[in-house]
């Protein structure tokens, strides 16, 4: 019998472009998620008692003067990732059905009881995961988002969701700062500050 498998899958250009989104800018190194405690935390975080084999995986879209090379080959030789890379070339290059591919056949292969999909398109995958589950009644499957980014995937009850910025390994979160997101369930009872991200008002004259 093989060994069963939590399978994780990450869209990396829309979780960027997410980010990015809620900062209000294109995300620099300091801004984006910690690869390794995010690996971590699927490796020895509250699925890993099961003693299921984690295969973690991260698509993204490379252009050809991408700078990203570097990163790339720390996720997959240093931390333990394996990475699917395609092109991107005329603005071509979408990765959402490679992902899609993916897990449909290694779910097919019998050994994966759970799917963590790191993504906020409810319009790509929706689809596809709740078709799979319904094949698959045993199977979970479990959105990693910014819940208030993909309405769809977080809304729908055959799945479960969970929070980037929940992830944290002792003590440890994702993201070195607070995000500014604006989610009253994400507020503190001692409240918090929401500083401007852009002047909108030109002050110079």
């Not at 069963?4 to 990450?10: E, G, N, Q, T």
């Not at 699927?42 to 252009?63: D, H, K, Q």
């Not at 799979?132 to 009644?137: D, G, S």
Request: hydrophobic share 35%; charged share 25%.
């Amino acid at each position: 019998m093989s060994e069963k498998c939590v399978l994780f899958l990450l869209d990396a250009p829309n979780i960027d472009g997410v980010l990015g989104r809620i900062i209000g800018r294109p995300p620099k190194q300091e801004d984006r998620p910690d690869w390794k405690l995010l690996y971590e935390w699927l490796a020895t975080g509250p699925r890993a008692y099961r003693g299921e084999f984690l295969e973690a995986c991260i698509f993204l879209n490379l252009s050809p003067t991408s700078s990203a090379l570097r990163w790339v080959e720390y996720l997959f030789k240093d931390i333990g990732y394996n990475v699917f890379t395609k092109p991107k070339l005329n603005g071509e290059g979408d990765i959402d059905d490679d992902i899609i591919q993916h897990f449909q056949a290694r779910v097919q292969e019998g050994d994966v009881t759970e799917i963590i999909l790191a993504s906020h398109d409810g319009s790509a995958f929706h689809g596809p995961l709740l078709e799979l589950k319904k094949q698959h009644p045993n199977l979970t499957i479990t959105i990693l988002c910014f819940e208030e980014k993909s309405s769809l995937l977080v809304n729908e009850p055959q799945f479960e969701h969970i929070d980037l910025e929940d992830v944290a390994v002792n003590g440890k979160t994702l993201f070195s700062y607070s995000l500014p997101r604006f989610v009253l369930s994400r507020i503190p009872p001692e409240g918090r500050w929401y500083r401007p991200i852009h002047t909108q008002i030109d002050t110079s004259t």
